[in-house]
């Protein structure tokens, strides 16, 4: 009985463990399969580990590996490669040469250096043969006349025949063999540089490796021992090849230069007959497409620049980039071309340039329209245009004419130098006289012009109407843009080295046919206005990238507006670019204006600004105010003095005004100047006029010295500030603490209050329980505060938080007042407490809230002390001025709009009064 083999005891190879062919690995099969090793894998290592361990075991074992490694190395393939191993590499290097190996021999000096086990390096001689000839072209012309003293006349004319059109056809019709046609260039003369079997020699340098297959050497360096023939293999020679250096080869050259006068004969009767192929079929062509030429037929196309052609040196091939959007713009007219219209993803995602002196890939936008065909004598006219304008076209002439070498229709187009439109680019604006060239067809022309390369697709009546709408809309959305009517917004910002921010309206007022525009460039801040002209340049090409351009001369300048801003400058030319949907341009001095469509909420809002920026700027400068002030010299003591202004205009914002001296009674100066509202700017000039009026006592001052002074003075609702130009005075005055000689009344009324100036008297305001209510949380303090502060946040009882809401809930009518230039009057005691900063006025104007008629009207009120409260930044902006003792004024800096106010006297404790705006 045969012994069952123990399958546990010896695992099996992973490679040779036999799998289904779809199993997958052994890793993922499921369920585990059991390792095929011991039984009792741990009582084994056990004991092998115990035989390790012993000396003798552990000598055993080192001496086997020994053993087994030493018969290894002396079963491998052999030390170093034998003689056959490099023969072999020599013989592949003379094959690669086009050689054949004759023999090598090894050299006897090895090369320097040692070598990695598994490499070998050699030297070497190996002896190659040529296995065929080799030659070298022999001139046809040169050997003919003066070597074999033969006319060559013959075949220079068959040569110079067969170079024109039809030479296929030509030689059909003679029954002449191409290659045998007595011509020079159907014969290919050579001569033989090196025989068959020429030996070379060549010392090579060689690296073996040693691979599973054994040694495997090949050569790294060669240099030729003896010099290496010139010249090629005769397969390598095109056409009836034929060697000099053969006498049965020079006598056949003889014979076919001797018939040559036979084959020229019979291919001049063939080139007659050709030609009247040629010409009855370009007849019938001719007549076929000349006839389908019409009026109004469109074509439509790009044309690429060849700068090696002859137009490339003209003078209006300037270089500029149109983007994307309107290389589609003239791409998409192609849209319903016919038979193949261009696909509109490839035309979008390129930019086109025009063409400029380099680079084939320009390409040119290019429309034929023809306007007149005249099919008996062949001639039609056309206007010829480009995608820079469609407003820019040349008139052109043509006709009709078969081409002479392939007998197929021709169109020539021709315009003299005055139909150029100077400036409109390639082609349309070419100065010189034109002249274009098309292959034509009933539906295309291809271009042969010198130059450029394309085709022209004739569009189908409905695509061509479609088509000129869009290349139109290209200069229609300019147009459209600057329509009349049209507002921007424009912004100037200056360079680092000087001038301010401005904002500006720019209205267009006229646009004509033509593209001349006028417009108003209008302060943002002010009156001030100041006439442009300029107009649209269609035309890319000269637009340049710039196609709306604004200037002003002198004339135009504001008087009274800064220099260096656009208002008050002496003049100025802008040509603005579009980009990201805004036109920007740059300024002389190296400043930006930009402009961007302003919609009707822009212009109420700078309307708004505007009437608000001169509101408060009036209400300082005003007609009869006067302030205090001080006039110093730098280092120097200040001395006292008041300014008064005793005429504005509002409309110019032109003011006259007296500076008087308070330390010399009498001491006078007049002032002449200029209120520029938006930027917050009083300008104040005293002119040269001498010493001041009444100044005999005060020869020492500022008002005894005379000369011209022109002050830059600050405006704010705090004071008037600034400095003299170049020179080291400077004023002062503060415009809280002002005084005004002119009231709107003559007296102010008697009883205690609060007073509204309404329908040309003071009328007083009611109270209507106006009081500060605070809440629970409020009332109860900091105790109840950090109890109930986890439900009811920010109620500190600290500076700037919440005080409570200021309320009305009475039912008096308050009086009604217009908007604009309210006036009020406070007759009582006001008092600042120590602790409340100046920034917290005494008297303040606040909007109410009111849900629904009749309710009760409220604004939100914060704590500056805890018996000083205000309405915050929901307050009006107000000048206050104490007429006297107990009568203080109070004028509202803006024109407020409907509603309830809140007149608050915080400084009086916390009286509260109410009026309303109609």
Same mark, same amino acid.
């Given at each position: 009985?045969?012994?069952?083999?123990?399958?546990?005891?010896?695992?099996?190879?992973?490679?040779?463990?036999?799998?289904?062919? *779809?199993?997958?690995?052994?890793?993922?099969?499921?369920?585990?399969?059991?390792?095929?090793?011991?039984?009792?894998?741990?009582?084994?290592?056990?004991?092998?580990?115990?035989?390790?361990?012993?000396?003798?075991?552990?000598?055993?074992?080192?001496?086997?590996?020994?053993?087994?490694?030493?018969?290894?190395?002396?079963?491998?393939?052999?030390?170093?490669?034998?003689?056959?191993?490099?023969?072999?590499?020599?013989?592949?290097?003379? *094959?690669?040469?086009?050689?054949?190996?004759?023999?090598?021999?090894? *050299?006897?000096?090895?090369?320097?250096?040692?070598?990695?086990?598994?490499?070998?390096?050699?030297? +070497?001689?190996?002896?190659?043969?040529?296995?065929?000839?080799?030659?070298?072209?022999?001139?046809?012309?040169?050997?003919?006349?003066?070597?074999?003293?033969?006319?060559?006349?013959?075949?220079?004319?068959?040569?110079?025949?067969?170079?024109?059109?039809?030479?296929?056809?030509?030689?059909?019709?003679?029954?002449?063999?191409?290659?045998?046609?007595?011509?020079?260039?159907?014969?290919?003369?050579?001569?033989?540089?090196?025989?068959?079997?020429?030996?070379?020699?060549?010392?090579?340098?060689? *690296?073996?490796?040693?691979?599973?297959?054994?040694?495997?050497?090949?050569?790294? +360096?060669?240099?030729?021992?003896?010099?290496?023939?010139?010249?090629?293999?005769?397969?390598?020679?095109?056409?009836?090849?034929?060697?000099?250096?053969?006498?049965?080869?020079?006598?056949?050259?003889?014979?076919?230069?001797?018939?040559?006068?036979?084959?020229?004969?019979?291919?001049?009767?063939?080139?007659?007959?050709?030609?009247?192929?040629?010409?009855?079929?370009?007849?019938?062509?001719?007549?076929?497409?000349?006839?389908?030429?019409?009026?109004?037929?469109?074509?439509?196309?790009?044309?690429?620049?060849?700068?090696?052609?002859?137009?490339?040196?003209?003078?209006?091939?300037?270089?500029?980039?149109?983007?994307?959007?309107?290389?589609?713009?003239?791409?998409?007219?192609?849209?319903?071309?016919?038979?193949?219209?261009?696909?509109?993803?490839?035309?979008?995602?390129?930019?086109?340039?025009?063409?400029?002196?380099?680079?084939?890939?320009?390409?040119?936008?290019?429309?034929?329209?023809?306007?007149?065909?005249?099919?008996?004598?062949?001639?039609?006219?056309?206007?010829?245009?480009?995608?820079?304008?469609?407003?820019?076209?040349?008139?052109?002439?043509?006709?009709?004419?078969?081409?002479?070498?392939?007998?197929?229709?021709?169109?020539?187009?021709?315009?003299?130098?005055?139909?150029?439109?100077? +400036?409109?680019?390639?082609?349309?604006?070419?100065?010189?006289?034109?002249?274009?060239?098309?292959?034509?067809?009933?539906?295309?022309?291809?271009?042969?012009?010198?130059?450029?390369?394309?085709?022209?697709?004739?569009?189908?009546?409905?695509?061509?109407?479609?088509?000129?709408?869009?290349?139109?809309?290209?200069?229609?959305?300019?147009?459209?843009?600057?329509?009349?009517?049209?507002?921007?917004?424009?912004?100037?910002?200056?360079? #680092?080295?000087?001038?301010?921010?401005?904002?500006?309206?720019?209205?267009?007022?006229?646009?004509?046919?033509?593209?001349?525009?006028?417009?108003?460039?209008?302060?943002?801040?002010?009156?001030?206005?100041?006439?442009?002209?300029?107009?649209?340049?269609?035309?890319?090409?000269?637009?340049?990238?710039?196609?709306?351009?604004?200037?002003?001369?002198?004339?135009?300048?504001?008087?009274?507006?800064?220099?260096?801003?656009?208002?008050?400058?002496?003049?100025?030319?802008?040509?603005?670019?579009?980009?990201?949907?805004?036109?920007?341009?740059?300024?002389?001095?190296?400043?930006?204006?930009?402009?961007?469509?302003?919609?009707?909420?822009?212009?109420?809002?700078?309307?708004?600004?505007?009437?608000?920026?001169?509101?408060?700027?009036?209400?300082?400068?005003?007609?009869?105010?006067?302030?205090?002030?001080?006039?110093?010299?730098?280092?120097?003591?200040?001395?006292?003095?008041?300014?008064?202004?005793?005429?504005?205009?509002?409309?110019?914002?032109?003011?006259?005004?007296?500076?008087?001296?308070?330390?010399?009674?009498?001491?006078?100066?007049?002032?002449?100047? #200029?209120?520029?509202?938006?930027?917050?700017?009083?300008?104040?000039?005293?002119?040269?006029?001498?010493?001041?009026?009444?100044?005999?006592?005060?020869?020492?001052?500022?008002?005894?010295?005379?000369?011209?002074?022109?002050?830059?003075?600050?405006?704010?609702?705090?004071?008037?500030?600034?400095?003299?130009?170049?020179?080291?005075?400077?004023?002062?005055?503060?415009?809280?603490?002002?005084?005004?000689?002119?009231?709107?009344?003559?007296?102010?009324?008697?009883?205690?209050?609060?007073?509204?100036?309404?329908?040309?008297?003071?009328?007083?305001?009611?109270?209507?329980?106006?009081?500060?209510?605070?809440?629970?949380?409020?009332?109860?303090?900091?105790?109840?505060?950090?109890?109930?502060?986890?439900?009811?946040?920010?109620?500190?009882?600290?500076?700037?938080?919440?005080?409570?809401?200021?309320?009305?809930?009475?039912?008096?009518?308050?009086?009604?007042?217009?908007?604009?230039?309210?006036?009020?009057?406070?007759?009582?005691?006001?008092?600042?407490?120590?602790?409340?900063?100046?920034?917290?006025?005494?008297?303040?104007?606040?909007?109410?809230?009111?849900?629904?008629?009749?309710?009760?009207?409220?604004?939100?009120?914060?704590?500056?002390?805890?018996?000083?409260?205000?309405?915050?930044?929901?307050?009006?902006?107000?000048?206050?001025?104490?007429?006297?003792?107990?009568?203080?004024?109070?004028?509202?800096?803006?024109?407020?709009?409907?509603?309830?106010?809140?007149?608050?006297?915080?400084?009086?404790?916390?009286?509260?009064?109410?009026?309303?705006?109609?």
């Amino acid at each position: 009985m045969k012994k069952a083999e123990n399958t546990t005891n010896t695992p099996a190879e992973p490679s040779q463990i036999p799998l289904p062919l *779809s199993a997958p690995p052994p890793s993922s099969l499921q369920p585990s399969v059991t390792p095929s090793f011991p039984a009792r894998p741990a009582a084994r290592a056990a004991a092998v580990w115990r035989r390790i361990r012993n000396p003798r075991a552990l000598a055993a074992l080192g001496a086997a590996l020994a053993v087994i490694l030493v018969v290894v190395m002396s079963r491998g393939p052999g030390k170093a490669p034998d003689a056959e191993v490099w023969r072999a590499a020599a013989a592949e290097f003379a *094959s690669e040469h086009g050689l054949a190996l004759v023999s090598f021999s090894e *050299s006897p000096v090895r090369p320097a250096g040692a070598t990695r086990p598994g490499e070998a390096e050699n030297r +070497g001689r190996a002896v190659t043969k040529l296995p065929g000839a080799l030659y070298e072209p022999v001139e046809a012309r040169a050997y003919l006349a003066d070597e074999l003293k033969l006319d060559v006349s013959v075949p220079e004319k068959i040569e110079r025949l067969l170079a024109g059109p039809g030479a296929t056809r030509i030689q059909q019709l003679a029954g002449v063999d191409p290659k045998d046609n007595g011509s020079l260039g159907s014969l290919s003369l050579v001569r033989e540089t090196a025989p068959a079997g020429a030996r070379i020699e060549f010392d090579v340098t060689m *690296s073996a490796t040693l691979t599973n297959a054994g040694w495997r050497a090949h050569v790294t +360096g060669s240099a030729p021992v003896t010099a290496a023939p010139g010249g090629r293999p005769l397969g390598e020679f095109d056409g009836r090849v034929l060697d000099v250096s053969r006498e049965s080869d020079v006598e056949q050259i003889r014979r076919i230069v001797s018939r040559g006068g036979e084959t020229l004969a019979r291919l001049e009767k063939a080139r007659a007959q050709f030609y009247a192929e040629l010409e009855a079929g370009g007849d019938r062509a001719l007549e076929k497409v000349a006839g389908q030429f019409r009026a109004g037929a469109f074509f439509l196309g790009t044309l690429a620049h060849d700068p090696s052609g002859e137009n490339s040196k003209s003078p209006n091939h300037k270089s500029q980039t149109i983007t994307g959007a309107e290389a589609s713009q003239w791409n998409a007219g192609a849209a319903g071309m016919s038979p193949r219209p261009e696909p509109a993803g490839d035309i979008a995602d390129k930019n086109v340039r025009a063409p400029e002196n380099g680079g084939a890939e320009d390409e040119l936008g290019v429309s034929v329209e023809v306007t007149g065909v005249n099919a008996a004598e062949r001639t039609l006219t056309a206007l010829l245009r480009t995608e820079n304008g469609w407003s820019d076209s040349r008139a052109m002439t043509g006709r009709f004419s078969s081409d002479p070498a392939t007998g197929l229709p021709l169109l020539t187009l021709e315009s003299d130098a005055a139909q150029a439109a100077r +400036g409109a680019g390639p082609l349309v604006g070419d100065e010189a006289a034109l002249r274009l060239e098309f292959a034509a067809q009933a539906d295309a022309l291809t271009s042969r012009i010198a130059g450029w390369q394309g085709n022209l697709r004739l569009l189908a009546d409905a695509a061509r109407v479609s088509a000129i709408a869009r290349l139109r809309a290209a200069e229609g959305r300019l147009r459209a843009e600057f329509a009349s009517g049209r507002v921007f917004l424009a912004s100037a910002r200056p360079t #680092a080295d000087g001038g301010a921010h401005e904002e500006f309206l720019l209205r267009i007022k006229k646009l004509d046919t033509n593209g001349a525009l006028e417009a108003v460039l209008e302060s943002a801040t002010n009156h001030w206005t100041r006439t442009v002209r300029g107009g649209l340049v269609a035309n890319r090409h000269r637009a340049a990238g710039r196609p709306l351009r604004l200037e002003s001369g002198a004339a135009e300048r504001v008087p009274g507006a800064a220099r260096m801003g656009l208002l008050g400058a002496d003049g100025f030319s802008l040509a603005f670019g579009e980009e990201g949907g805004a036109f920007s341009a740059r300024t002389a001095d190296g400043g930006t204006v930009t402009l961007a469509p302003a919609s009707p909420r822009d212009v109420a809002a700078v309307a708004r600004r505007r009437a608000e920026l001169r509101e408060l700027a009036f209400l300082v400068v005003r007609e009869g105010a006067a302030y205090d002030g001080t006039l110093a010299r730098d280092g120097g003591a200040g001395e006292r003095v008041r300014l008064r202004f005793d005429r504005v205009d509002t409309l110019t914002g032109e003011v006259s005004a007296v500076l008087d001296s308070l330390a010399w009674p009498g001491a006078r100066r007049a002032l002449r100047g #200029a209120v520029e509202p938006g930027a917050g700017a009083l300008v104040l000039e005293t002119g040269d006029d001498g010493a001041a009026k009444g100044g005999a006592n005060a020869r020492e001052s500022w008002f005894g010295g005379g000369g011209a002074f022109v002050f830059d003075l600050d405006l704010s609702l705090r004071e008037i500030a600034g400095r003299s130009r170049g020179q080291w005075w400077s004023l002062a005055f503060p415009v809280s603490g002002g005084r005004a000689t002119v009231l709107p009344s003559d007296r102010w009324p008697a009883d205690a209050g609060a007073h509204v100036w309404a329908d040309g008297q003071w009328r007083a305001l009611p109270a209507n329980n106006g009081r500060v209510k605070r809440s629970l949380l409020q009332k109860t303090g900091r105790a109840a505060d950090t109890v109930l502060s986890w439900v009811w946040l920010g109620s500190k009882d600290e500076e700037g938080s919440a005080a409570g809401t200021l309320v009305f809930d009475g039912d008096t009518p308050a009086p009604a007042v217009p908007g604009a230039g309210v006036t009020l009057l406070f007759r009582g005691a006001l008092a600042r407490p120590a602790n409340v900063g100046e920034e917290w006025p005494l008297l303040e104007v606040a909007p109410l809230e009111m849900k629904k008629a009749g309710a009760d009207r409220k604004v939100a009120m914060v704590t500056v002390t805890k018996d000083f409260a205000s309405a915050g930044d929901r307050r009006e902006t107000t000048v206050m001025e104490e007429l006297e003792p107990g009568v203080t004024l109070l004028r509202v800096g803006r024109s407020l709009p409907p509603g309830r106010y809140a007149f608050y006297a915080a400084g009086a404790g916390g009286a509260a009064y109410e009026f309303e705006v109609r």
